[in-house]
């Protein structure tokens, strides 16, 4: 009899502990459903800061566009989310570190236009720091907007767990911006798992022309990863109907950022998947685009980088790459040059593209 006394306190005991961790993800949920972060279609932004210059006819324009990998994915790093073990993936000084070796590269490239993806400004992951003033504060005479991207008070998973989240894409300009939008995109993923996810976004800003009843539009982008394909399709349907919209009506367009896709079997045959399981990028029928636009990288070097394993002492010949980053252009505007500048994945897993246009003189 007090054997099985004491088995059914043992029971009662594990049914305790299993009914109340039920009752504390319920909670958990429940938090999360009430807290979830639901923005508009279309939502203004405030874009600040001082501009050095105004945009003119005839003039050369630099676009740099760039995912900072929250300054938490440098060469040490790899990722669960690609075959990787870490979630925590830096420490603090890592962050900073990484962060000021961004930055510097910046302020030697000197563009006119920065589009940056995966920026934190209050998460766990990177160690809370506010990685978007981190940029404004080395990058002075731009204006600057930000749209948020990730914002979750807790993300469960996995174990340790990520934590907080706050974080988006931002855009620094030296020339004047007289408006920006955030855009929301469709989002692939259901409740519950919708409720950690990213919302992902357009940031639209406008650019005058001296002279000109014409605008340059630019578009930041970061395009859904971890979906079936079907999200990265719907996205990228929206991107279109944006930006065709645009250059039907006129206007010289640059969109810029990781679209997490190649832009054609070219781009995927450049650097192709080494081996089973690793993470694959979608690919972008550039033929369902007007010829009003045109698609432009550079596969002189890789884009971005595998995080199935860390890159400071792999064999750098036998990794696999990527080509996921780069423009979608207007034909109104002149392509200079487009070149992918290798950074060796030192501080994030993405290298920066750097693109030069020229604007017509209009008649």
Request: charged content about 25%.
């Amino acid at each position: 009899m007090k054997k099985r006394g004491i088995f059914k306190k043992t029971v009662l005991a594990v049914m305790g502990v299993i009914l109340a961790a039920i009752a504390a993800f319920l909670i958990l949920l429940l938090i999360l459903s009430i807290t979830e972060y639901k923005p508009e279609d279309i939502e203004a932004v405030e874009v600040e800061g001082n501009y050095s210059q105004t945009l003119a006819q005839g003039e050369s324009i630099r676009v740099l566009t760039w995912n900072i990998g929250y300054g938490a994915l440098g060469d040490n790093a790899d990722f669960f989310m690609d075959g990787g073990s870490q979630v925590n993936t830096a420490t603090a000084e890592r962050v900073t570190d990484n962060m000021q070796s961004i930055a510097k590269s910046v302020q030697e490239i000197s563009p006119d236009i920065a589009f940056f993806q995966e920026v934190d400004v209050d998460s766990k992951r990177s160690h809370y720091i506010n990685e978007a003033q981190t940029l404004v504060d080395a990058l002075p005479g731009y204006q600057q907007a930000f749209a948020t991207n990730y914002k979750c008070l807790y993300v469960p998973y996995p174990l340790p767990t990520i934590g907080k989240v706050s974080g988006g894409i931002m855009t620094l300009s030296s020339f004047e911006v007289a408006g920006a939008d955030r855009m929301q995109l469709p989002c692939p993923f259901s409740w519950p798992i919708r409720l950690a996810n990213l919302k992902r976004c357009l940031l639209v800003e406008r650019i005058p022309i001296e002279n000109s009843e014409k605008e340059l539009v630019i578009v930041n982008l970061h395009l859904e990863a971890y979906d079936d394909g079907e999200g990265k399709a719907m996205q990228t349907a929206i991107l279109k109907e944006v930006l065709e919209k645009e250059a039907k009506a006129g206007n010289y367009v640059i969109a810029g950022g990781d679209f997490n896709q190649v832009f054609s079997e070219e781009d995927t045959s450049a650097y192709p998947i080494t081996a089973e399981g690793l993470w694959e990028p979608g690919v972008i029928n550039e033929d369902e685009f007007s010829n009003l636009l045109s698609f432009e990288t550079d596969n002189s070097a890789p884009t971005c980088r595998s995080l199935d394993q860390p890159y400071e002492n792999a064999d750098k010949d036998h990794f696999q790459y990527y080509l996921i980053d780069g423009f979608i252009v207007s034909s109104n505007l002149q392509i200079d040059d487009v070149k992918t500048l290798d950074k060796n994945f030192e501080a994030t897993d993405h290298n920066p593209v750097l693109l030069s246009v020229s604007l017509p003189i209009e008649e």
